[in-house]
């Protein structure tokens, strides 16, 4: 009897401090410091697992091998989260699409989500695109669908791509896999290989600073 009194004393101390221990935690998942969020180095909407964030909503893209995860604090608040120069994802789409003109309209989302899962500026893809096209209006763009002026085969000197969007995503690989993986990742260092002109930094330069106000 002595023993079967002694364990549910034990049990019933074991319950109270499993309660004691949750409480410690709701209290800690409280105190939401945006510091606890890390940020893997797609610069997407990825976040790793933290004791202090709930992951709400999950999304998958599977087209561009992308997970968009909106997370919120344990108090409810949304975590912002900045993946280029304190901008959030949603913020440079929505940018890019207010500048973006001709057969560029509207195709902030797929530069923005192509640039990002390649490590790529989407800023300076976008400024490169309008700067090689007039912004989406050169007979090039609108008939070949080169929007980065790129030369090859299919449309006289220039490459030429099925639709838009190839050319778009071709146009940014052909920035990450000719540039920015080879260490290329500024505009004033993609120029000299990117354009003949002297000019061509200082234009991009202004795009860049133009899509972003």
Not at 100 to 110: A, I, M
Not at 124 to 152: D, F, L, P, Y
Request: overall charge positive; hydrophobic content about 40%.
């Amino acid at each position: 009897m002595k023993i079967e009194s002694i364990g549910k004393s034990l049990f019933a101390v074991g319950i109270i401090m499993i309660f004691m221990g949750v409480m410690m935690i709701n209290k800690e998942n409280l105190n939401f410091d945006k510091s606890d969020i890390a940020y893997l180095e797609t610069n997407v909407n990825y976040v790793k697992k933290s004791s202090k964030v709930q992951a709400k909503e999950i999304v998958d893209n599977s087209e561009l091998g992308l997970t968009n995860i909106n997370m919120n604090a344990a108090d409810g608040s949304l975590v912002r989260i900045e993946v280029v120069d304190h901008f959030t994802r949603e913020e440079i789409i929505n940018k890019l699409n207010k500048k973006l003109g001709g057969v560029l309209s509207g195709k902030g989302q797929l530069i923005t989500d192509t640039s990002l899962k390649l490590k790529v500026d989407p800023f300076v893809a976008a400024a490169i695109m309008m700067h090689e096209t007039g912004n989406g209006t050169s007979r090039i763009a609108r008939t070949c669908s080169n929007v980065g002026g790129q030369k090859g085969p299919g449309c006289g000197a220039y490459r030429a791509y099925p639709d838009i969007n190839s050319g778009i995503v071709g146009m940014i690989n052909n920035l990450y896999r000719n540039f920015y993986s080879r260490g290329l990742t500024t505009i004033d260092s993609i120029g000299p290989r990117y354009a003949e002109s002297g000019s061509w930094p200082r234009m991009i330069h202004s795009y860049v600073n133009m899509l972003k106000k």
